[in-house]
C-alpha cells in the first residue's frame, strides 16, 4: 500500500466514525513494514474520555500490538493534524513519521479549536487560565529518589 493509501484508510476510519454517531471526525492508524497494527478512532463522546482522540487510540493499539511503548520504524496516518495531547504522546511514542491530512484550521472551522491551548502552553505558568502551582510537602521527591535508585526501571 502507499502513502496515499495508509491516508484513505485513516480518512476512512474518521467518516465511518460520524456516520456510525460514535464519535468526532477523526481517524489515524499506525503502520509498521507496511501492515496497519493499530486503528483508533475518536472516542472521546462515545467513552466520556477527553484523551480518547484517534491517534491516541492509534497508539494505545499499535503499542499493545507490538508489546513496547515505543513506536520506532512506524508511521502515524491521521485525518487531521494532531493536537496539542497528541503532539505529546507521538513524541512520547517516537514514531518515524506522521502524515495527516485536513490541518488543525480546517478543524477548527467546524468546532474543533485548539488554538486557545497553544496561547496558553506559550505563556509562564502563573498567566495562564487554568490555575497551576506547585506544593511542596515532605519526601516529595521521593518517588524520583526511588527511581533513580532503582535496579529493575525502564528507561524511556
Known amino acids: 500500500m502507499s502513502n496515499i493509501d495508509f491516508m484513505k ?5 474518521a467518516s465511518e ?3 456510525s454517531n460514535h464519535g468526532g471526525p477523526f481517524g489515524a492508524i499506525v503502520v509498521k513494514d507496511g501492515k496497519i497494527i493499530g ?8 467513552t466520556n474520555d477527553p484523551t480518547a482522540h484517534a491517534e491516541m487510540q492509534a497508539i494505545r493499539a499499535a503499542c499493545h500490538y507490538i508489546n513496547s ?6 508511521d502515524i496516518y ?3 493534524e494532531p493536537c496539542p495531547m497528541c503532539i505529546g ?3 512520547w511514542a517516537r514514531p518515524r513519521a506522521v502524515y495527516y491530512a485536513c490541518t488543525k484550521d480546517e478543524a477548527a472551522k467546524i468546532g474543533f479549536d485548539d488554538q486557545f491551548i497553544y496561547e496558553q502552553l506559550s505563556l509562564p505558568i502563573e ?7 506547585q506544593i511542596i510537602p515532605d519526601q516529595s521527591d521521593l518517588p524520583f529518589r526511588t527511581w533513580e535508585n532503582s535496579r529493575g ?4
Request: glycine share 2%; net charge positive; charged share 20%.
Open 89 to 91: 504522546a507521538i513524541y
Open 9 to 13: 484508510n485513516a480518512i476512512n476510519v
Open 39 to 46: 486503528i483508533g478512532r475518536n472516542e472521546v463522546t462515545a
Open 153 to 156: 526501571k525502564v528507561n524511556y
Open 127 to 133: 498567566q495562564r487560565k487554568l490555575k497551576m502551582q
Open 17 to 19: 466514525n460520524v456516520l
Open 78 to 80: 491521521t485525518s487531521c
Open 69 to 74: 511503548f515505543q513506536l520506532l520504524d512506524c
